[in-house]
């Protein structure tokens, strides 16, 4: 039979070398890249006859006082312009059209949207009240759920170790790649880690459910060697189940449209991680836990084992 709680420190391990780098990044200054969803700002869609490089539009918006504006291109041929606000009723707006359209030719608004920071602001606190009643949610459930197993409590509490564990892979890789490549979040965002959130809950708790099967059916068998044999049992399902998502997303990452793209990019990596939580380390905590693996080797204490 495959050990696959025995290697559970290198699953730890790993999981500690994709969160380190994400979870520095995230506490330095400018951790992530907000859209104008949370800074406030203006979204604004054009169509040319012609569609030029990203580069030399916002070399025209530069000139106009938008020094920091991101320019992309988008799926359907059309530039995508975020910066800080442009009033609709401006003069400055019709000098921007004017001075794109004498150098690129004919254009059309596709969109033009201005919003305020409070909407990102009301999305996030929401969001934040969302993961706090949902853990407590969780942890009551699990632990009446679980009542016949002994420490009940520990299968709702590694669930929620396991869901933060996602939360923050998705965050710490967005906060890398704002860095490196200007990916911005949006409220879109904050839906994706709410939909990974509630992907990473209900893989772990098919795999406890599992765990709590064979532990009533199995009552003289060490604890490892029963999560190890549930583990094994639930595999092939959690990987098919996965697998049909993971492809799905891949295919609108990489053909979607740039307005999607973040999003679903946000769904791949929290599905992936949470695929990954479920099986390797939700279970591995429970062992852990029930050995006394994560107990602090505390002076006090090894002095009074010595004595």
Not at 38 to 66: H, I, N
Not at 167 to 194: M, W
Not at 283 to 293: D, F, N, Q, S, Y
Request: glycine fraction near 8%.
């Amino acid at each position: 039979m495959i050990d696959l709680i025995g290697k559970r420190r290198f699953y730890f391990l790993f999981s500690l070398l994709i969160i380190l780098p994400g979870l520095l990044s995230l506490l330095l200054p400018g951790g992530l890249r907000l859209a104008v969803d949370f800074t406030g700002g203006t979204l604004w869609e054009l169509r040319f006859s012609q569609t030029p490089p990203p580069a030399l539009v916002k070399e025209v918006l530069a000139e106009k006082g938008y020094p920091d504006a991101i320019v992309q291109t988008t799926g359907e041929g059309t530039i995508l312009i975020r910066t800080k606000e442009i009033p609709s009723d401006a003069p400055v707006k019709g000098e921007i059209v004017a001075a794109l359209r004498a150098r690129f030719g004919d254009l059309q608004e596709q969109r033009f949207e201005s919003v305020g920071p409070i909407v990102g602001t009301e999305v996030a606190q929401r969001a934040l009240a969302a993961v706090a009643l949902a853990s407590l949610g969780i942890l009551g459930y699990l632990w009446f759920a679980f009542r016949r197993v002994p420490a009940a409590y520990r299968y709702g509490t590694c669930a929620i170790i396991a869901l933060l564990h996602d939360a923050l892979v998705v965050l710490g890789i967005f906060s890398l790649l704002g860095r490196l490549f200007h990916l911005e979040i949006d409220a879109l965002f904050v839906t994706a880690i709410l939909t990974v959130i509630g992907f990473s809950v209900h893989d772990t708790i098919v795999v406890f459910d599992r765990i709590r099967e064979n532990l009533l059916r199995y009552p003289g068998q060490p604890f490892e060697a029963v999560v190890n044999h549930s583990l094994l049992q639930t595999l092939g399902r959690s990987l098919a189940t996965s697998l049909t998502v993971i492809f799905t997303l891949a295919a609108l990452v990489l053909f979607g449209g740039v307005t999607t793209r973040p999003f679903a990019l946000a769904l791949l990596i929290g599905i992936v991680s949470g695929t990954y939580s479920s099986i390797f380390n939700a279970a591995a905590l429970l062992v852990a836990w029930e050995k006394g693996e994560l107990r602090l080797p505390l002076p006090g204490r090894r002095a009074l084992r010595t004595a």
